[in-house]
C-alpha cells in the first residue's frame, strides 16, 4: 500500500534529515532533479517551459527545476510572483540567472499558445484559504494557458492535508508529489483538479507511521476461501437491524442484507418492525427476516428480543432508517454493554448516540465501528466542522484512539483509522450520491466484519469502504452516474470481488484514478 502523510509530519521529518547530515539545500536539489527526471522519462516536457514560482520553498523547487531545464537545453522562463526568496531557495534562483534562465513577474506574458508546458510552483503543501493576489491572477492564468500543466507536491490552492479548495485552483495535467503523498491529494476536491498523480522519493526518512492508502493487492487475502470442508456459521452471522415507517423502502432495506450476504457473510438477519415485515419479505430471497418489537410502526425495544437477535451474531450493523427516539438509544445502550461482537453504528443510531453518555462508548463491551460522514461526525464527536476540516485524517484519529473504536469517516477521500493505524481509501465515483449507499456500505461492512480476524478487523472495514466504492465505480462504467441506484452498486459487488481476488495475476488491471 502507498503510503500518504500529513504536512506536518513531513515538514519535521524533512527537518529532521539535517541531523543525518542532509541539509534543505541538498533536499531541494533532490527535488528539482527528480522533477525533471520524472516527466522526462515519461516524455512529457513540451517547451517552451514556464516555471511559476511562488516566494516559499515550493518555489525554491521551481529554481531549481529551471536551472536543470537550461541545462537540458529545454527553453525556460521563469515568472517569479514574489520578492521574497527563502533562504534554501537563495542558490537556485541565483543559478538560474546565472545561466542565463530569463525571468520576469509579469504573467500577462503566460498567454494561451505561449508555452508548452506550464509548471506550477507557487504555494505547496502548507496552503491553506484562498490565494490572493498576485496569485489568483497566476493561478487563473496557469488554467487558460492551453499548456500541459504539471502541479509540483500539491495543486496551488489546495489545502495539503485537507484537498479543500477555499478559492481558484490550479488544474494540472500531472501533479508530482514529493517525498511522500500527502493526504490532501485525495481528500475532499483533490479529484477535481488532478489527473495523473506520480511521486518523487527523494530520501526523507518519516519521522511517524504513515497511513496507507488501500489497494487490492493488501485486502486480498481477506477474500480467499481455499478451504473445503466449512459451513455458513465459517462465514458469520450478522444482523442488519433499521427500518421506520419514515424510511420503509422494502427494496432498500433488502439491498441492506444483500450486500451483506455478497461481501461474503454466511447469513445475514434482517430486522426491521414488524409493521414492515410484510413488505420487505418479497424482496429477500437469501437471508433471514427477524421482527422487531414495533407500536405503530415504530421501533419498540425489548430486552429479550434484542438478546435473540443478537446472540451468535459475529456482527451486527444499527441504526440505518430507524429514527432518532429513546427505544433506538434503549438497543443502542444494550448493545453496547451487553454484545460481544462487532457492533456498526450509522445513519440515525449515529445521531441518536450523540446524545448519549460518552462513557458508554469508551467502555463498549463489544468492538465498535461508527460511520459517520462530516457533520454527523461533528455531532458525536462534539468537534466544529471548521476545526478539523483542514486535517480531517488527524481529527480522526485522536477521537478514534479516545474512544476506543474503530472510526470510517465518509468522504471523497474515506478515512478509516483504530487511533493506531489509519487506512484510506480513494475509491467511490459521483453516482454513489444516491439515496441508500451509505446502507449498502453499512451491509459490506456487516458481512465483512462477521469473519474477519481480531488482528484484521481494522484493515477488514478498510476494505469494505473499498469494496463498496470500486463496486460503485463499475456499476457507474456500466450505467452512468445520472442514473444510478444504490442496488446497482450491490449488483457489481461479485465484480469487485472477483477483481480484488485477482490482485497480483498477470491478467488482471486495476484502474485507479491518478496514479502513474
Same mark, same amino acid.
Given at each position: ?63 531549481? +527545476? ?33 545561466? /542565463? ?20 510552483? !507557487? ?30 507536491? !500539491? ?81 458469520? &452471522? ?8 419514515? &424510511? ?41 427476516? @427477524? ?18 437477535? +443478537? ?6 450493523? !444499527?441504526?440505518? /432508517? ?11 445502550? &444494550? ?10 453504528? *450509522?445513519?440515525?443510531? +449515529? ?47 485522536? @477521537? ?7 472510526? +470510517?469517516?465518509? $468522504? ?10 489509519? @487506512? ?19 451491509? #459490506?461492512?456487516?458481512? #465483512?466484519? $462477521?469473519?474477519?480476524? *481480531? ?32 442496488? *446497482? ?28
Amino acid at each position: 500500500m502507498l503510503e500518504v502523510v500529513s504536512t506536518d509530519t513531513m515538514r519535521r521529518s524533512d527537518a529532521a534529515m539535517s541531523e543525518k547530515g542532509v541539509n534543505s539545500k541538498e533536499l531541494m536539489c533532490r527535488a528539482g532533479q527528480a522533477i525533471f527526471e520524472t516527466v522526462r522519462k515519461l516524455n512529457l516536457w513540451k517547451p517552451p517551459v514556464a516555471v511559476i514560482c511562488g516566494p516559499g520553498n515550493n518555489g525554491g523547487d521551481g529554481y531549481a +527545476l529551471a536551472s536543470l531545464l537550461n541545462l537540458a537545453d529545454i527553453d525556460c522562463v521563469i515568472f517569479a510572483l514574489s520578492d521574497k526568496v527563502t533562504e534554501t531557495s537563495r542558490p537556485f534562483l541565483d543559478a538560474a540567472i546565472g545561466l /542565463g534562465t530569463k525571468m520576469t513577474r509579469n504573467t500577462d506574458e503566460l498567454t494561451p499558445g505561449r508555452f508548452g508546458t506550464v509548471v506550477d510552483c !507557487i504555494f505547496g503543501t502548507g496552503f491553506k484559504g484562498a490565494p490572493k493576489e498576485p496569485y489568483l491572477t497566476a493561478i487563473r492564468k496557469i488554467n487558460e494557458s492551453g499548456a500541459y500543466i504539471i502541479s509540483v507536491d !500539491i495543486n496551488s490552492g489546495l489545502g495539503g492535508d485537507s484537498g479543500i479548495a477555499d478559492g481558484e485552483v490550479v488544474r494540472s495535467d500531472l501533479t508530482v508529489s514529493i517525498g511522500c503523498r500527502k493526504s490532501g491529494l485525495y481528500m475532499n476536491y483533490a479529484k477535481d483538479y488532478i489527473k495523473k498523480l506520480v511521486n518523487c522519493d527523494i530520501g526523507i526518512d518519516l519521522l511517524d507511521e504513515p497511513a496507507r492508502l488501500v489497494d487490492a493487492p493488501a485486502i486480498k487475502r481477506l477474500f480467499v476461501r481455499e478451504e473445503h470442508n466449512t459451513n455458513k456459521g465459517d462465514f458469520g &452471522y450478522v444482523a442488519l437491524i433499521g427500518g421506520s415507517p419514515e &424510511y420503509s423502502g422494502a427494496a432498500k432495506l433488502a439491498n441492506l442484507s444483500l450486500s451483506a450476504l455478497r461481501s461474503g457473510a454466511g447469513v445475514a438477519k434482517l430486522a426491521v418492525p414488524k409493521s414492515l415485515s410484510d413488505a420487505v419479505l418479497p424482496y429477500i430471497l437469501e437471508s433471514t427476516l @427477524f421482527p422487531l418489537d414495533d407500536m405503530d410502526g415504530k421501533y419498540v425495544f425489548n430486552e429479550d428480543t434484542a438478546a435473540k437477535l +443478537l446472540s451468535h451474531t459475529r456482527a451486527a450493523a !444499527i441504526g440505518m /432508517g430507524m429514527g432518532r427516539s429513546d427505544e433506538v438509544a434503549k438497543l443502542i445502550d &444494550y448493545a453496547l454493554t451487553k454484545y460481544d461482537g462487532r457492533l456498526i453504528i *450509522d445513519a440515525d443510531g +449515529l445521531n441518536t448516540l450523540a446524545g448519549m453518555d460518552g462513557a458508554k462508548l469508551k467502555n463498549a463491551a463489544c468492538r465498535v465501528i461508527l460511520t459517520p460522514h462530516p457533520k454527523e461526525f461533528e455531532r458525536i464527536s462534539g468537534i466544529k466542522f471548521e476545526e478539523f476540516r483542514y486535517d480531517i485524517p488527524g481529527a480522526a484519529k485522536r @477521537f478514534a484512539e479516545e474512544n476506543n473504536v474503530i472510526l +470510517l469517516l465518509k $468522504g471523497a477521500a474515506t478515512v478509516i483509522t483504530d487511533g493506531k493505524s489509519t @487506512f484510506i481509501v480513494d475509491r467511490g465515483c459521483t453516482g454513489m450520491s444516491t439515496a441508500g449507499s451509505g446502507d449498502v456500505l453499512s451491509g #459490506i461492512l456487516a458481512g #465483512i466484519c $462477521g469473519y474477519v480476524k *481480531d488482528e484484521d478487523l481494522t484493515l477488514g472495514v478498510a476494505a469494505g469502504a473499498y469494496l463498496n466504492g470500486r463496486a460503485g465505480e463499475l456499476a457507474q462504467e456500466n450505467i452512468s452516474a445520472v442514473s444510478m441506484l444504490s442496488g *446497482d452498486t450491490v449488483a457489481h459487488i461479485p465484480d469487485a470481488v472477483r477483481e480484488i481476488l485477482a490482485a497480483g495475476d498477470e491478467t488482471a488491471s486495476e484502474p485507479r484514478w491518478g496514479e502513474i
